[in-house]
């Protein structure tokens, strides 16, 4: 990827969020003007808080464009039917939804997803005119054994659709053993894992491949975010814990080159 590709922090709430965080997204929301010359910005809230995180961005717009887009943490593959409890991508799409996290390695290891599953989910997201946000990455247990490349390009190859373009896909790299853990890999492990990404999505993907964000996610904060936003072929990042508030969201974008 080349260092031209625009930089998105996107947030991940996870399973975090009441209506009164309503307060902490105006607070982005007012924010986000000041770094949106170094990012764009999106927030993927509980679907609970979709639809009205997504109104009151709309509100905050400037010029037609949200300051935040707002996003989801997961979609079914299908359109509608007896699915008790699942989420079809066109609702989240009708809630105000541009983005939709797929293949989480929460959801991998809490629901058993495949990687033929996360491509289906891909798949349904662009049916329904999302940008499918892939996430991909190894364990402690598979980086001991030398074998994380191998596992993200497993990953790769099997939870990516073909046609993929830098509209509609976005990778995340987050190594399991960094989520939630204060632990980071090393600038060198992380430079070289998304250089492999980078190029695995160039020969897939031809002129479209390079132009495909690859943002890294795991424990980022604000005081390690510019350090991890200047290695090369890091195009942004996909923030858990630290974008529940707005102050440390928006840091962690002002840290992007
Ligand atoms: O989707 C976000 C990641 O799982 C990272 O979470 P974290 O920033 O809390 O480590």
Redesign the pocket.
């Known amino acids: 990827m080349t260092d031209a590709v625009r930089p998105l922090i996107?947030g991940?709430w996870?399973m975090n969020g009441l209506k009164a965080s309503m307060t902490e997204f105006e607070a982005m929301l007012r924010g986000a003007p000041d770094v949106l010359d170094k990012a764009d910005l999106l927030v993927?809230p509980p679907v609970t808080l979709l639809a009205s995180f997504a109104s009151k961005a709309s509100s905050f717009g400037q010029e037609g464009r949200h300051v935040v887009s707002v996003g989801a943490q997961d979609c079914h593959k299908n359109v509608s039917g007896a699915h008790t409890g699942d989420i079809a991508p066109e609702m989240l799409a009708d809630a105000g939804a541009t983005a939709v996290?797929v293949g989480?390695?929460?959801r991998r290891a809490d629901h058993g997803e495949t990687d033929a599953v996360v491509r289906e989910k891909a798949l349904a997201a662009w049916r329904a005119g999302l940008t499918a946000i892939v996430?991909i990455g190894e364990t402690q247990g598979e980086r001991d054994a030398g074998k994380t490349l191998d596992v993200c390009g497993t990953q790769l190859q099997g939870s990516l659709p073909d046609d993929a373009t830098s509209g509609n896909l976005i990778v995340?790299y987050?190594p399991v053993w960094?989520?939630?853990?204060?632990l980071t890999p090393t600038v060198q492990d992380v430079e070289q894992v998304h250089k492999f990404i980078c190029d695995r999505l160039t020969e897939r993907f031809k002129n479209e491949g390079p132009s495909i964000r690859i943002l890294y996610?795991?424990?980022?904060?604000p005081s390690n975010a510019r350090e991890l936003m200047a290695v090369p072929n890091v195009n942004g990042?996909?923030?858990?814990?630290?974008?529940l508030k707005a102050a440390d969201f928006l840091a962690i974008a002002a840290g992007c080159p």
């Open positions: 996107a991940n996870k993927c996290i989480h390695s929460e996430c995340a987050e960094a989520i939630g853990t204060g996610g795991g424990s980022v904060k990042a996909l923030v858990g814990g630290a974008s």
